[in-house]
């Protein structure tokens, strides 16, 4: 017999945003969301089009990775394709240097799949760039004639020494580094051993889009981008949000297509969104602890954002096993929604919240400024596609920014 415990701690784990990315499809949690799914279009351009380049922006917590994870296992469902999705924050620290860690992360994954390979020249490649990942030691002999000081000018040139002149014409695209090149023949090398039923090789790059730094994320994904595409390797990236805005939307110029994951709109007039919102939670929590009245509350609550609609419901949850009670009531919802809306409150300067003041009592707001641009980032303002854009204060935070316009 299943204990409270027990029952309530299997909800609690089913409702976590980030088990749920890779739960969703195992456990056969996963829903389509409204029209064709972001994950469907994606494996079916680059089963078109397998060395392709995909970039994928949108709301903080609206579904991207599932669906990133869902166009790997239909790549490698079907076809004559070998998918492999990575999660670039569990293998390298995003503060650090971007530069080439796409290029090496995607011969590794490559590596991985040709270990076992018979070819010694397969396995000194898969090595090497184990090495290029996580450096390695070289014995360098001293020979006493050789000079090792470094040149303090390297500039200095005596007569008779060829000195060039710099033109005027720079190239678009200016030719990749030497160790570039280097990496990009030794990913060839390992496409070119895959088996037949792999005969072409596709990564999935997760995480980007919590990089706060667009240029180091730019300055990466040109070099990268182009050398994997050079390698002729297919993929796709999630990057920040905030390459919609303003200058850095030149970045999207380099890949191939641009693929959008907005909130949805819970207001939408045939209703498909909410249907959609309540299926999430119908698979991931019993309706003896959330029923159907409850689900339609924590759906308003949430946006149209889903990851914050798990968010919300796990805290319902929380406070009826807290308070213990076996079915969530409005008391709990509004707990957790409060909860959840002081969160995003926390660290507001004056001007984010004359912003949000303005928006939620005259429905006006222009992004211009950084200090917009970080509102909709983090979701404290939400925006909704259309044929006219439409932005919404994070329902959560209403109440408390009423409150404090009520005070002044």
């Given at each position: 017999?299943?204990?409270?415990?027990?029952?309530?701690?299997?909800?609690?784990?089913?409702?976590?945003?980030?088990a749920a990315r890779?739960?969703?499809?195992?456990?056969?949690?996963?829903?389509?969301?409204?029209?064709?799914?972001?994950?469907?279009?994606?494996?079916?351009?680059?089963?078109?089009?397998?060395?392709?380049?995909?970039?994928?922006?949108?709301?903080?917590?609206?579904?991207?990775?599932?669906?990133?994870?869902?166009?790997?296992?239909?790549?490698?469902?079907?076809?004559?394709?070998?998918?492999?999705?990575?999660?670039?924050?569990?293998?390298?620290?995003?503060?650090?240097?971007?530069?080439?860690?796409?290029?090496?992360?995607?011969?590794?994954?490559?590596?991985?799949l040709l270990k076992?390979?018979?070819?010694?020249?397969?396995?000194?490649?898969?090595?090497?760039?184990?090495?290029?990942?996580?450096?390695?030691?070289?014995?360098?002999?001293?020979?006493?004639?050789?000079?090792?000081?470094?040149?303090?000018?390297?500039?200095?040139?005596?007569?008779?020494?060829?000195?060039?002149?710099?033109?005027?014409?720079?190239?678009?695209?200016?030719?990749?580094?030497?160790?570039?090149?280097?990496?990009?023949?030794?990913?060839?090398?390992?496409?070119?051993?895959?088996?037949?039923?792999?005969?072409?090789?596709?990564?999935?790059?997760?995480?980007?889009?919590?990089?706060d730094d667009v240029?180091?994320?730019?300055?990466?994904?040109?070099?990268?981008?182009?050398?994997?595409?050079?390698?002729?390797?297919?993929?796709?990236?999630?990057?920040?949000?905030?390459?919609?805005?303003?200058?850095?939307?030149?970045?999207?110029?380099?890949?191939?297509?641009?693929?959008?994951?907005?909130?949805?709109?819970?207001?939408?007039?045939?209703?498909?969104?909410?249907?959609?919102?309540?299926?999430?939670?119908?698979?991931?929590?019993?309706?003896?602890?959330?029923?159907?009245?409850?689900?339609?509350?924590?759906?308003?609550?949430?946006?149209?954002?889903?990851?914050?609609?798990?968010?919300?419901?796990?805290?319902?949850?929380?406070?009826?096993?807290?308070?213990?009670?076996?079915?969530?009531?409005?008391?709990?919802?509004?707990?957790?929604?409060?909860?959840?809306?002081?969160?995003?409150?926390?660290?507001?300067?004056?001007?984010?919240?004359?912003?949000?003041?303005?928006?939620?009592?005259?429905?006006?707001?222009?992004?211009?400024?950084?200090?917009?641009?970080?509102?909709?980032?983090?979701?404290?303002?939400?925006?909704?596609?259309?044929?006219?854009?439409?932005?919404?204060?994070?329902?959560?935070?209403?109440?408390?920014?009423?409150?404090?316009?009520?005070?002044?």
């Open positions: 017999m299943v204990s409270r415990l027990d029952l309530f701690r299997s909800y609690f784990e089913r409702l976590d945003p980030a890779v739960r969703a499809l195992r456990d056969e949690l996963y829903v389509p969301p409204p029209g064709r799914a972001i994950g469907e279009r994606l494996a079916a351009r680059l089963r078109l089009a397998p060395k392709s380049a995909h970039l994928i922006v949108g709301s903080v917590g609206a579904g991207k990775t599932t669906e990133l994870v869902r166009a790997a296992e239909l790549l490698n469902s079907t076809g004559d394709t070998r998918a492999v999705y990575v999660d670039v924050s569990r293998r390298h620290d995003l503060d650090k240097n971007l530069v080439g860690v796409l290029l090496v992360l995607a011969g590794l994954e490559l590596a991985r076992n390979h018979g070819d010694a020249t397969v396995r000194a490649t898969c090595k090497q760039f184990s090495r290029w990942a996580y450096g390695h030691a070289e014995f360098v002999p001293y020979h006493p004639g050789n000079d090792y000081s470094e040149s303090d000018d390297d500039s200095d040139w005596e007569p008779g020494d060829y000195v060039h002149h710099q033109g005027v014409l720079t190239q678009p695209r200016p030719p990749l580094p030497a160790g570039i090149k280097e990496r990009i023949a030794a990913l060839k090398t390992l496409t070119a051993a895959l088996p037949a039923e792999a005969q072409h090789f596709v990564i999935l790059f997760d995480s980007l889009d919590r990089l240029e180091a994320f730019q300055t990466a994904a040109v070099e990268d981008v182009r050398a994997l595409q050079q390698a002729e390797i297919g993929l796709a990236i999630v990057g920040p949000g905030r390459i919609l805005y303003g200058p850095n939307r030149a970045i999207v110029d380099i890949f191939d297509q641009l693929h959008t994951v907005p909130a949805i709109d819970v207001w939408d007039g045939d209703g498909a969104a909410s249907r959609f919102l309540d299926q999430v939670l119908v698979r991931r929590a019993d309706e003896h602890i959330v029923d159907p009245q409850a689900r339609s509350t924590l759906i308003r609550w949430c946006g149209g954002i889903l990851r914050d609609l798990l968010e919300l419901t796990r805290g319902a949850i929380e406070e009826a096993f807290v308070t213990g009670a076996e079915t969530v009531s409005d008391t709990h919802i509004m707990r957790s929604v409060d909860a959840f809306g002081r969160t995003l409150m926390f660290g507001l300067r004056s001007n984010e919240l004359r912003t949000l003041q303005m928006l939620r009592q005259h429905k006006v707001f222009v992004p211009t400024t950084d200090d917009d641009l970080a509102l909709l980032v983090s979701q404290r303002i939400i925006e909704y596609p259309g044929i006219t854009k439409r932005y919404s204060v994070h329902p959560t935070i209403e109440p408390l920014l009423a409150a404090l316009g009520a005070g002044t």
